[in-house]
Nanobody, 123 residues
Framework: QVQLVESGGGLVQAGGSLRLSCAASGRIFSIHAMGWYRQAPGKQRELVASITSGGSTNYADSVKGRFTISRDNAKNTVYLQMNGLKPEDTAEYYC?????????????????WGQGTQVTVSS
């Protein structure tokens, strides 16, 4: 069992900031990468930012210079610092983790999703 618990979403004015958190728990052997996706109504889910276990990061062009992804490996937690928020950032944000876990005497690798947290940016 691997669970991802997200927090930090909410309503913010344009130009404001939010910090999203996602904590992974369970019989985790290794987290290879974690990322944040977002999905607005009627739109496809898109990758916002990701970070590998080695610290390599990737960002969607639309958020470069405004968002920063980071992780605390000791806490199995990933963060998304969102600055200079724009109305077009409004979406449901989902945490994702690429995990190797231990179950029933075996190791498995799979991807897991958080429950989602709503970010709404008003103008």
């Amino acid at each position: 069992q691997v669970q991802l618990v997200e927090s930090g979403g909410g309503l913010v004015q344009a130009g404001g900031s939010l910090r999203l958190s996602c904590a992974a728990s369970g019989r985790i052997f290794s987290i290879h990468a974690m990322g944040w996706y977002r999905q607005a109504p009627g739109k496809q889910r898109e990758l916002v930012a990701s970070i590998t276990s080695g610290g390599s990061t990737n960002y969607a062009d639309s958020v470069k210079g405004r968002f920063t992804i980071s992780r605390d490996n000791a806490k199995n937690t990933v963060y998304l610092q969102m600055n200079g928020l724009k109305p077009e950032d409004t979406a449901e944000y989902y945490c994702h983790a690429d995990v190797t876990y231990y179950s029933g005497g075996s190791y498995y690798r799979d991807g897991y999703w958080g429950q989602g947290t709503q970010v709404t940016v008003s103008s």
